[in-house]
């Protein structure tokens, strides 16, 4: 677009041929050219060197951009300006004069002229337009500090899950009625398609036994559901209203997650851990209260955890002094225990190209009730020789409770906690007030709480887009300084970045969305794309102010030459990420995320920046011009020059 555009007016104002004007048009959008896709390659070279998921997500962004850029520059460069030479002719806009385009010109023109007029004002008053300015950059700052922070936006992958928990020892029989009773339910849902349920495994928790079940929940496809009532996080809000008429059990719904691998469901995974490795009684009744406190936070929608230690379980004691009398040794009683009660590994083989396992276990009907160890022998050893005797003979039972599973993460002893953000809350909110009531309730108590799964990735983000952001400035500023031979010249271009960036957080706040992962790679995009109208501006004024030209009128040269390029490249942007910002569907969240930061940045980055451009040009100009104390350079004595300076005063 630049290049065509600047080829097309060199043909108009200066009735060259096409080929001429071509050369007479590279000579002046070579060097913004490289600039711009320098900038845009540039940006993206420090998020690289990200670990992490968020690294990942980075590096899929950079690569492509990064590729895309080099090629459409390369094009640009080569291409573009040999197809104007060989399509474009003279007098073909004489054409396009009548009708609409005649019309559409005059406004243009007419609009030119008021930029022009508008930017020589904010030249002449340049302390109420840093004031102006300052204004944005602090609202940019409450705003950012304002947005409720996520990790990754909740997306409708199409189906969500149920996780089912009848107190301990339930049958199998009464979960399979409660489950009956949800898949009435769910089967009254006009948006869901079907329902897979699994008795006897919890799929979330990862847990199995006959009091807890897990559904899977299919939802219609995304065209059938196209209303905000529709979407699986309301669905799954709905849902929570009818578990409270099921009391027999407790039910959880979660929404997939947003990434498969990061976790089993979406929401937040928390790890409360007993470093001291004390009584499961007392760890169990702290789990409980700090689940209770934060139940009471209206940032947490839902968190349960399946932590109990009322699970009957059959204790085996053994009696180590009987079995050492009677010449038994301890290896062989907890062997056999494990051999027909529990399953002991033999070893492999292969067979039909397929590896089996081999184990041991005992008929269900040999360990159906505690008197069955009476059936199984030992040998024991003695100076008579070897003789089998009964098991129960070293070995004692009795019933008793405790926790199931008993879970370890670190090292230590610790009760899983799942959950998710109340309606209108973002993950970070939810994240936020598990930590306050982990120091309520669990810290002073000698307890801790610890991340696993999507909640480990967010915390670990930290700091590190605002890492990237920086170097990413710092990448386009040297770059710059190399273009320009200056030190000072860049800040011209990096000064526009705060108006994209107020563009960007203005427009996530307005639709109530969330400071995610993929709005901060927008913004690190942003960094290029706000240069880029920037750099066509501050290169053709440095250009003219090289020459010999006064900055302020170089400046607004500039703005008149190249606000047709500037609104023309913005606006096929802008309208390039439109799909993204009223995407549907699958992964529709994370494209309205990304597309709406870059949508409303892009906006101000043209609709605003370019009238602040020009005053930073000649702002920077003039402290470069008193610290170096080198003389301002002065047009070539020519009697011609005098009506050019008139035009550019009166424009």
Known sequence: IVVVENVQRHMVEECCSSKEAAKRAMGEVTAPVIAIVLVLCAVFVPVGFLGGITGQLYKQFAI????????SGFVALTLSPALCALLLTPG????????????????????????????????????????????????????????PRSFLPEEDQGYFITMVQLPDGASKQRTTEVVSKLEQYYLSVPELHSTDVLVGQNFVFGTRGSNTATVFTPLHLWDQRKRPDQHVKALIGAAFKEFAKIPEALILAFNAPSIRGLGATGGFSVQIQ????????????????????????????AIGTPFRVSSPRLYANVNRDRAKALGVPISEVFDTLQAYWGNLYIN??????????????????????????????????????????????????????????????????????????????????????????????????????????????????????VVAFTFGLLMVFLVLAAQYESWTVPFAVILAVPFGVFGALSAVWFRGMTNDIYFQIGLVTLIGLSAKNAILLVDFSNHRYQAGMPAVEAAIEAAKLRFRPIIMTSMAFILGVMPMVLATGAGAASRRSIGTGVFGGMLAATFLAIFFVPLFFVLIRKFSHRITKRPTPTPPVEPAESEPKEEYQHV
Do not use: C
Request: charged share 20%.
């Open 348 to 465: 492999d083989f292969v067979k039909f190209g397929r590896v089996y396992r081999v184990q041991t276990e005992s008929e269900p009907q040999y360990r159906s009730a505690p008197g069955d160890i009476a059936k199984i022998y030992v040998r024991a050893q003695n100076g008579q020789g070897s003789s089998m005797i009964p098991l129960d003979t070293v070995v004692t039972t009795e019933y008793t409770s405790g926790p199931d599973p008993v879970t370890h993460f670190l090292g230590y002893n610790t009760a899983l906690a799942l959950g998710a953000a109340a309606p209108g809350a973002s993950s970070g909110q939810a994240i936020e007030a598990l930590d306050r009531a982990a120091r309520e309730v669990l810290v002073p108590k000698g307890y801790a709480l610890d991340w696993s799964g999507i909640s480990y990735q967010e915390r670990q983000v930290g700091n590190q887009s």
């Open 64 to 71: 492509t951009i990064a590729v895309a850029v080099t090629i």
């Open 92 to 147: 073909q806009q004489e054409e396009l004069r009548g009708g609409f385009w005649r019309l559409f010109n005059r406004v243009f023109e007419w609009t030119r002229l008021r930029y022009t007029d508008i930017v020589q004002s904010v030249i002449k008053r340049a302390t109420l337009a840093l004031a102006i300015v300052g204004v944005v950059v602090l609202v940019a700052l409450w705003l950012l500090q304002s947005l």
């Open 274 to 301: 007993d470093p001291s490795g004390g009584d499961f009684k007392k760890f169990a009744a702290v789990t409980q209260e700090f689940i209770t406190k934060a139940r009471q936070d209206p940032a947490i929608g």
